[in-house]
């Protein structure tokens, strides 16, 4: 199956520019983008679970396609990988979670009503009778004039917290409105945070209650892939940063351990929605967890190429989308069991292929461009946490990370483009420029509660300052077509390719990012945060390291 694709139809797509010339305009092939997802979402590639034979087909197969777009190895001393050390664990056998109040056990059943995994590197998590304790949504933000936790210490405790963040339900007039961002979800409330959050704190496990809304996804997402190996980058001390164990329970489970503690959970959820919250003991209540996992470390690669700039090959502008799905994990209805992760991102790293021919095929870039495909962003951003702590082109001269994750068959072009996380940098209006040359109009996350702009490859580049530009093209909500995909399909074995499927638009929205990217490395701008982003202090202290 080690065939280079062919361009099997040209798909030339005009992208007006205020710096483009004829030359410029990319040939962004549709055909060719189609047949990579077909190639990448197979069964042969069994899913591209990081540390597996799928990755090993994977990272081969890209580095081949890679290189014949015409792009050179941009990983380090000039090869097309870059090794990531990861630490995984996987489940070996049941686990047994029960809470104990008023000489009464109340069973908790990991998969229908809880959730539980451990991201310490040990073959045996156990907790006894450890005390439970609500602790809000769990959040410390001092910028914001919150903190849940005050001066409680929950060292040895079970900590549950509730999913978002403060003002994801608060009313029009609380005051706590608008403090998170209103219904657009903060670092505050992804789970990522509340686990380190847990795991600083010296916690013997956390519990984050599932609920829908909140969460932006149904708990068939989480209990499907719950089977599948977790990965965490090596840590120094990992106890020192990790629970013993971590994951969540369902909310009616919730509201089971609350009425047997004697407390309301509605009226305590509602109470967390107020600065002077205090956490709030469960009298009585104690949980105990008990069960093995494998752990091991393993190495997985992020595939990186790159054209090399023509001026200043030292400035960076760097587009990414992540390789990996879930894997193998557990099988649906219909007994199918890979998860074959076609839109969610098999899509994406087509586009990078493409990219990387409209770069190399048109005028060579003043500035250098780098396509980065990561490993690891189902497992929680690894690949690309991984890079932007051991960087191969220095963060502070990389002028943007134009992120690719899910593009939508079909032949439509949306009039709109979704922007997850528009208004935080100056990258929208560049963007804006040339979508409304082609006719569109940049709107924002239609879903902001889901916290997306957290919850992709850009955001560890983010942390560190990098300007970071997420475009969602398809994903308003308002089709039948992303409806479909994100209630039947999103991390379901049923994100598959089929053979009816075309993808003009998402060339086209492809075509609109080459010419963002392509104003960017031909010019000497260095886009900026917007006042107020929580990004901005970082990449202020990055000025002195630019031309």
């Known amino acids: 199956m080690r065939h280079v694709l062919p361009a099997v139809s040209a798909l030339a797509l005009m992208v007006a520019s205020s710096q483009a010339t004829a030359q410029e ?12 997802v077909r190639v990448l979402a197979s069964d042969e590639f069994e899913g591209r679970a990081p540390a597996s034979p799928g990755e090993e087909k994977t990272v081969a197969w890209l580095v081949e396609q890679f290189r014949a777009a015409g792009a050179e190895g941009g990983g380090p001393d000039g090869a097309f990988v870059q090794v990531a050390h990861l630490s995984r664990t996987r489940q070996d056998g049941p686990a047994t979670v029960a809470a104990h109040v008023g000489g009464r056990t109340i069973a908790l059943e990991r998969g229908p009503d809880v959730l539980v995994s451990s991201d310490r590197p040990t073959d045996h998590i156990t ?67 509340k686990f380190l959050e847990a795991g600083r704190r010296g916690a013997a496990g956390v519990l984050v209650v599932h609920e829908t809304a909140g969460a932006g996804y149904g708990w068939s997402v989480l209990q499907n892939s719950s089977a599948a190996p977790k990965f965490d980058i090596v840590r120094a001390d990992p106890d020192a940063e990790r629970a013993p164990f971590q994951g969540w329970v369902q909310r009616a489970k919730a509201e089971e351990l609350f009425t047997a503690a004697g407390l309301d959970f509605a009226t305590l959820k509602a109470s967390a929605r107020r600065a002077d919250f205090r956490p709030v003991v469960l009298p009585g209540l104690t949980m105990s967890v008990d069960f093995r996992q494998i752990a091991d470390r393993v190495e997985t690669k992020n595939v990186i190429a790159r054209i090399p700039g023509a001026e200043r090959p030292d400035e960076t502008v760097m587009y990414g989308a992540h390789w990996d799905g879930y894997g193998v994990g557990t099988p649906n209805a219909q007994g199918d069991k890979i998860y074959n992760a076609a839109v969610d991102n098999a899509t994406g790293v087509a586009a990078l292929l493409e990219l990387a021919h409209a770069f190399a095929e048109g005028p060579r870039p003043k500035r250098s461009v780098v396509f980065a495909a990561w490993s690891g962003e189902e497992a929680g951003l690894l690949g690309s946490t991984y890079y932007a702590a051991n960087p191969v082109w220095p963060l502070e001269t990389t002028v943007a990370n134009i992120n690719v994750d ?10 709109n483009v979704v922007v997850i996380g528009k208004g935080k940098n100056q990258l929208d209006d560049v963007l804006a420029r040339h979508a409304a040359a082609t006719g569109r109009t940049l709107i924002a996350d239609p879903a902001p ?32 077509a992303s409806r479909d995909y994100v209630q039947n399909r999103y991390h379901q074995p049923s994100d598959e390719w089929d053979s009816t499927w075309r993808m003009d638009a998402a060339a086209a929205d492809v075509a609109l990012i080459y010419a963002v990217g392509r104003e960017l490395a031909d010019s000497t701008q260095w886009p900026e945060w917007n006042p107020g982003a929580e990004f901005g202090p970082a990449r202020d202290q990055s000025k002195a390291e630019r031309p």
């Open 25 to 36: 305009t990319p040939n962004i092939d549709a055909s060719r983008m189609n047949e990579a």
């Open 449 to 480: 509660q889901a916290g997306a702009f957290y919850r992709s490859d850009h955001f560890p580049l983010a942390l560190k300052g990098v300007p970071a530009l997420f475009p969602a093209a398809g994903f308003t909500g308002a089709s039948a």
């Open 406 to 415: 899910s593009l939508l068959p079909g032949t439509e072009i949306d009039p």
């Open 127 to 193: 907790v006894r009778d450890a005390p439970v304790v609500f602790v809000g949504y769990g959040a410390t933000a001092p910028e914001r004039q919150w903190d849940d936790f005050k001066d409680v210490d929950v060292r040895g405790k079970v900590i549950v917290v509730l999913v978002n963040d403060p003002d994801f339900e608060a009313a029009a007039g609380e005051p706590v409105a608008g403090k998170f961002d209103d219904k657009a979800m903060t670092f505050y409330g992804r789970w990522t945070y």
